[in-house]
Structure formats: structure tokens, C-alpha cells
């Protein structure tokens, strides 16, 4: 039988490479993303490549609503999820604290830790049933350590690896993994969404080096699911080779 993996935020980056990834691999798919028209077509997609079964849950994570009518709905031959992608995620604006826009904040908060939070609640008592499953949590290197105009996304990163680590302490007892996996800068559609589609600054975070790539990311993520029942990767940071923290680069001039 195939396994099962839900992917939050699969309509681009590295939720979109995962699924590529995990459907190449036979997986069966869970696929989430508010933009409908692109889950449509990236099942349309897989299907064709990998003649895989995909199900899809267009919602957004933070209408706590949506999250648990979308999920208890699932059919329950869905439910035998093997694995949690918890990628769903976004960073908007680089303001200093003093200049921060409140509603970048609570869109954040409410997306990189609310709906992280909405999402596992309704699909960790799946797991637990089933007796086997793997969380795996996309945070960053922004949740490691803080930068200038990082504050808000940087907080709800560090949540996120707080998060990681209490989960893995309260699934102890039944022996479900959970990963967090911390990306350095990666070329996808954050930035972009970052500077709210200002794409001369979205360009900028990349020029002068080799970022990662949303497959780089993916490659690392399934890595985590092929280890044995007995392993589990807590946390892996990945950069580019050419960025070794937060703020330090080698760029070309
Ligand atoms: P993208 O912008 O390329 O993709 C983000 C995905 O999240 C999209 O599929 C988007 O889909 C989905 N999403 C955003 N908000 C919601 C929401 N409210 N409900 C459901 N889905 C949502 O970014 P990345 O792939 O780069 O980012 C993925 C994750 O990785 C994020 O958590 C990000 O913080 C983290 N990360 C990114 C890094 C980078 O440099 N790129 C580095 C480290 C971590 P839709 O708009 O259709 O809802
Ligand atoms: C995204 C990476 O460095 O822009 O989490 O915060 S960074």
C-alpha cells in the first residue's frame, strides 16, 4: 500500500518540490494551499507523472474553522497519513520594530504558528490511532538566530522550533517523529510574497550567490522520512554553501 504524506502550503516552493518528490517516491497525496487553481493543476500534474492518488484540501491555516471542518472531513482511507509537512508559511516586510505594520505581524503569527499549531492538532489524533507518523516542521535559520528587520518572522520561527521540540517531547510516548528542518535563503516565491511583489527587491536577496532551490530542500525532507523506525533526525539547518548565518555571505562582487 502507498503511504500517505499531507503537504501544507503545496501551490508553490517547497511545498510544491516536496510533493514532486514524495510523488516520485509513490506516495499518495494530501495537498493544501489556498490558491485552488494551482492545486487543481499540480494534481492534474502528478497524477500524469506518477500515477499517484492525490486529495485535496484547498483552505487556509489560519481560519481555525476551515482547518478542523476541512480535516474531519477527510475520508478515513486518507487518514492513515505517514507523514506531516508542516510548510505553510510566509515573511512580510523588513521593518525595524519601531515601523512594523500590525497586520504583517498577525498575518505571520497567524500563519507560521497558529496554523502550524490548527493543522497538527487535527491530524497528530490520526497518528496517534494509527500508532506511526512523522511531523515534519519547516522553520528557518530565522528561527535560530535573529537579524535586523527579521523581529516578527524571526519570533514566529523560534515558535516554531519551540514548537518542534515540545511536540517530539509529548509524541514521546508514541513514538511519532518530529523533525524540524531550518532553510537558509532559498529562491522561491518568499521573497516576492516578502516584499509584496516588489520584484526588483525580491531579486536582490539573491544576486551575488547561489541560494538553494526548492528541490535542495525537498531532497532534505524526504532524506528525513527514509531513515528506520528507530532514527530520528531532530533538526537539520541547510544553507547555500555561500551563506553561513543569517547575515554572513560570500558574494561575488
Ligand atoms: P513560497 O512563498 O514559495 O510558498 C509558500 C507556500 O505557503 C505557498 O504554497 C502558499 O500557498 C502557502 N501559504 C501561505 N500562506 C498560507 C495560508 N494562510 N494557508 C495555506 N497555505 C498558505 O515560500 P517557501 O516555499 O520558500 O516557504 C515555505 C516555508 O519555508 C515557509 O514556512 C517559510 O517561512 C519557510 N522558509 C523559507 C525560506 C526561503 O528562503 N524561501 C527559508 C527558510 C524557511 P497559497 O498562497 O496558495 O496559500
Ligand atoms: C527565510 C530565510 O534569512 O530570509 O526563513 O529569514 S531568511
Request: with cysteine; aromatic share 8%.
Amino acid at each position: 500500500m502507498n503511504k500517505i504524506v499531507l503537504i501544507t502550503g503545496a501551490t508553490a516552493g517547497f511545498g510544491e518540490a516536496c510533493a514532486y518528490k514524495f510523488a516520485e517516491n509513490g506516495y499518495n497525496l494530501i495537498l493544501n494551499g489556498r490558491r485552488n487553481e494551482r492545486l487543481e493543476l499540480l494534481k492534474e500534474k502528478l497524477q500524469k507523472l506518477f500515477n499517484v492518488n492525490i486529495h485535496l484540501l484547498p483552505f487556509d491555516v489560519r481560519n481555525k474553522e476551515q482547518v478542523f471542518t476541512s480535516l474531519e472531513q477527510v475520508p478515513q482511507e486518507w487518514r492513515s497519513t505517514d507523514v506531516l509537512v508542516n510548510n505553510a508559511g510566509l515573511a512580510l516586510g523588513r521593518d525595524l520594530i519601531q515601523e512594523g505594520d500590525i497586520e504583517d505581524w498577525d498575518t505571520m503569527i497567524d500563519t507560521n504558528v497558529k496554523g502550524l499549531l490548527y493543522v497538527t492538532r487535527a491530524v497528530v489524533p490520526w497518528m496517534i490511532e494509527n500508532k506511526k507518523g512523522h511531523i515534519i516542521n519547516l522553520g528557518s535559520i530565522a528561527g535560530k538566530e535573529v537579524y535586523e528587520r527579521g523581529n516578527v518572522y524571526c519570533a514566529s520561527k523560534f515558535a516554531v522550533d519551540a514548537l518542534t521540540k515540545s511536540m517530539r517531547i509529548d509524541l514521546l510516548e508514541h513514538q511519532i517523529k518530529v523533525t524540524s528542518i531550518n532553510p537558509g535563503a532559498a529562491e522561491t516565491e518568499f521573497s516576492l510574497v516578502r516584499f509584496k511583489g516588489n520584484e526588483e527587491a525580491s531579486k536582490k536577496i539573491y544576486e551575488g550567490y547561489t541560494p538553494l532551490t526548492a528541490k535542495d530542500v525537498a531532497e532534505v525532507v524526504y532524506y528525513v522520512t527514509t531513515l528506520p523506525q528507530h532514527v530520528c533526525v531532530n533538526e537539520l539547518s541547510i544553507t547555500s554553501t555561500q551563506q553561513a548565518s543569517a547575515v554572513y555571505f560570500n558574494k561575488k562582487s
